[in-house]
C-alpha cells in the first residue's frame, strides 16, 4: 500500500486516501481495530476518518533494484565509472 499522510478536514476527522478498491477493503475491514488504536493512543474517542480512494493520475512506477542502478548508471557517470573499475554487480 502507498503511503499517504491522511489529511485533517476537521479537529477531529481526517480523509485517508487509498490507491485502489483493494486497499479500501483492508482499511474497511480494519477500520474498528484502526479506531481503537487511534483513539487509545490519543485518548480521544471523537476522532474518526474516511477513506477514499485516489480520482487523479496514477502513482509513480516503483523501480526494482535493477532498474534503479541502471538509472543511476546514466544520471552519474562517476557512479557508472565506480561499478565498471571495481565489477561491482547486484546479489
Known amino acids: ?22 486497499q479500501l477493503e483492508l482499511m474497511e475491514i480494519n477500520r474498528p481495530d484502526l479506531l481503537r488504536s487511534i483513539h487509545n493512543a490519543l485518548s480521544n474517542d471523537l476522532v474518526t476518518f474516511d477513506i477514499r480512494i485516489n480520482q487523479g493520475s ?16 546514466n544520471e552519474y557517470p562517476v557512479l557508472r565509472h565506480m561499478i565498471d573499475d571495481f565489477k561491482l554487480r547486484l546479489s
Open 58 to 73: 496514477s502513482p509513480r512506477h516503483t523501480l526494482s533494484d535493477s532498474e534503479l542502478l541502471e538509472k543511476m548508471r
Open 1 to 22: 500500500m502507498r503511503a499517504s499522510p491522511p489529511r485533517l478536514v476537521s479537529p477531529t476527522h481526517f480523509e485517508i486516501v487509498v490507491q485502489n478498491q483493494k
